[in-house]
């Protein structure tokens, strides 16, 4: 028996080509708390449907991403105080470890968090959210900012963020990362998975958990998160992305990226590809490049295949609010790489989770999945 354990550690993740050729016959890996780490901005979104003269007015557009300005701070006021709001507690990467987490059941806690937040109520209502999902929530409360809050401003099936990051702006990699008992849940992760809306943030503390997965073989996962990360933060993006095993993306974000990168292509296999080549650090695993583009096919570039992988199909009517998507899409996918799956079933549980977060409001999902 001994002589067959080389085998099986041949056939992990590491070699990609053959996972998705062929099921994993290996035995299921058995989960603990704290194997997948996530570092975000954690928010409160508050959810609201408008219409296209609001839009116009704040200068928004229909499906896109936006950091707060100063004439944006009324827009804030004016939804609490005109429209019906929802709450729910938000922030793409701390939603996707949500999802992960609930596409997991058991045990608990197998996601870890950890991100600012304001000493306050917003704060509070995030811890209860945190616990409720079931996530190891770690943090750092500080009282100079408040929590941050996202708008989700809904038209149809659209949705414009807009992001007053405040105190998740204020994370600080020596007052929290680098505390021992906080560095020792990073170290307790096989799977690491961070937005890039964190390359506004913190940096240094991306790259710390970045070379900690690089020096020890582990997943170390990105998100391109939105077209100004990849025109305005480049700079940032393309330290952390040596280390990257793992890119997500969508079409506007991959077109984006692939502008600023020079690779003189809009067609997104082509892109996939030459986000692929770009130079890596762990040799040990080549990257994985996905890219989703609504309801078309999502793109996948591993090993030395480009796979086209069809989303499943839903009525238009049954969509309800497209908020939360892309997170839900990461977080499913996160779900199945944290137990060493096939690249495939990280992808049919990628697209079964966002089905399931576009037919309900805001990134919300019921108690059970329906997946297996």
């Not at 000493?119 to 409360?141: N, P, R, S, T």
């Amino acid at each position: 028996m001994a002589s067959d354990e080389p085998k099986a550690k041949k056939a992990r993740l590491s070699d990609e080509k053959k996972k998705t050729e062929s099921p994993s016959k290996k035995t299921p890996v058995k989960l603990s708390p704290n194997t997948l780490f996530g570092m975000g901005n954690p928010l409160l979104d508050i959810l609201v449907v408008v219409d296209k003269d609001f839009l116009d007015k704040y200068s928004l557009k229909p499906n896109d991403q936006i950091l707060a300005e100063d004439k944006h701070k009324a827009l804030f006021e004016e939804i609490v105080k005109k429209f019906k709001v929802d709450y729910h507690a938000g922030g793409a990467t701390q939603n996707s470890i949500k999802i992960a987490q609930w596409m997991i059941q058991e045990p608990h806690n197998v996601g870890t968090f950890f991100g600012c937040i304001g000493k306050d109520k917003f704060g509070e209502i995030l811890k209860q959210k945190a616990k409720e999902a079931h996530i190891d929530a770690h943090y750092y409360e500080q009282d100079e900012e408040p929590t941050g809050t996202c708008a989700a401003c809904i038209t149809g099936t659209n949705r414009s963020l807009v992001a007053n990051l405040a105190a998740a702006n204020c994370y600080k990699k020596d007052k929290h990362l680098d505390l021992e008992e906080n560095w020792k849940l990073v170290e307790k992760a096989k799977v690491y998975y961070i937005a890039g809306f964190f390359l506004t943030v913190s940096l240094e503390s991306i790259l710390k958990v970045a070379k900690h997965a690089a020096e020890n073989n582990k997943l170390f996962c990105m998100n391109l998160s939105a077209p100004f990360i990849c025109q305005f933060f480049k700079d940032n993006l393309m330290q952390v992305l040596p280390y990257v095993d793992v890119l997500f993306g969508n079409e506007m974000e991959s077109a984006a990226f692939a502008k600023e990168q020079d690779f003189d292509t809009t067609d997104i296999k082509e892109i996939a590809k030459k986000a692929q080549a770009l130079p890596k650090v762990n040799k040990k695993r080549q990257r994985i490049v996905v890219l989703t583009q609504g309801k078309d096919d999502t793109v996948m570039a591993h090993g030395d295949k480009i796979d086209a992988f069809p989303v499943v199909k839903i009525d238009p009517k049954d969509i309800v609010d497209t908020n939360g998507a892309g997170d839900a899409f990461v977080g499913g996918f996160l779900s199945q790489l944290v137990r060493d799956k096939p690249l495939e079933q990280c992808m049919k549980a990628a697209h079964y989770a966002a089905n399931v977060i576009i037919q309900r409001g805001g990134c919300t999902f019921p108690e059970k999945p329906d997946f297996n």
